[in-house]
């Protein structure tokens, strides 16, 4: 089980956001994974093994974290990151789960 | 560009079977990728259903409780999903997506299809 914390956080463009996404059980950094999605459209891959950045995604975007934590953090916050960010693990069974979710706004 | 493409009914019937289509674009489905199913509710947030490789081998996830298929037609190059006995709770906007078998992430999806189980 992923869990993501907090569940809303409230920031104003320029600050920094950090994310965070605790496993039940140790994660292989490998797969992790965070996703963007905003209202209306598909979620967006962000960063696969924990701390690699998407093609197109820049560097404000940062993934760290190892075992069963793991952290987002998007520094100079834009008008365009206000979305929901999921955290995703390939494991054991079920496969693929993802967190509940963070909403940024 | 990778693109994928969901098509298939908006509407179920209670205990009918939810039946959609992905076609794939800008990549061949025959590429050592799994292709996966994925659903989003409200309530129960991201769910993988499943995934296939263009070999045909299948894994799904368990707690859907029910004969999931997912098949493969590689000479339209494009996957499928049926799900059976459907209910309420299977209302959810349905995805497609490519998982990078490198890493077993999700770095294409479909722009997604609402599916709604009503009578």
């Known amino acids: 089980v992923l869990t993501q914390s907090p569940g809303t956080l409230s920031l104003s463009p320029g600050d920094t956001a950090s994310l965070s996404c605790r496993a039940s059980?140790?994660?292989?950094?490998?797969?992790l994974a965070w996703y963007q999605q905003k209202p209306g459209q598909a979620p967006r891959l962000l960063i696969y093994?924990?701390?690699s950045r998407a093609a197109g995604i820049p560097d404000r975007f940062v993934g760290s974290g190892s075992g069963t934590d793991f952290t987002l953090t998007i520094n100079k916050l834009e008008p365009g990151d206000f979305a929901v960010y999921y955290c995703?693990?390939?494991?054991?069974?079920?496969?693929?789960?993802f967190g509940q979710g963070t909403r940024l706004e | 560009q990778v693109q994928l493409q969901e098509s298939g009914p908006g509407l179920v019937k209670p205990s009918g079977t939810l039946s959609l289509t992905c076609a794939v674009s800008?990549?061949?489905?025959?590429?050592?990728?799994?292709w996966s199913w994925v659903r989003q509710t409200p309530g129960k947030g991201l769910e993988w259903i499943g995934e296939?490789?263009?070999?045909?081998?299948?894994n799904y996830n368990p707690s859907l409780k029910r004969p999931v298929t997912i098949s493969i037609d590689k000479s339209r190059n494009e996957f499928s999903l049926s799900l059976p006995s459907v209910t309420a709770a299977d209302t959810a906007v349905y995805y497609c997506?490519?998982?990078?078998?490198?890493?077993?992430?999700?770095?294409?999806w479909g722009q997604g299809s609402l599916v709604t189980v009503s009578s």
């Open positions: 995703q693990q390939f494991g054991n069974s079920p496969a693929y789960t």
């Open positions: 059980q140790a994660v292989d950094s490998t797969y």
């Open positions: 296939i490789f263009y070999s045909g081998k299948t």
């Open positions: 997506a490519r998982i990078n078998g490198r890493g077993y992430y999700f770095d294409f």
């Open positions: 093994g924990a701390s």
């Open positions: 800008g990549a061949s489905i025959r590429t050592g990728n799994w």
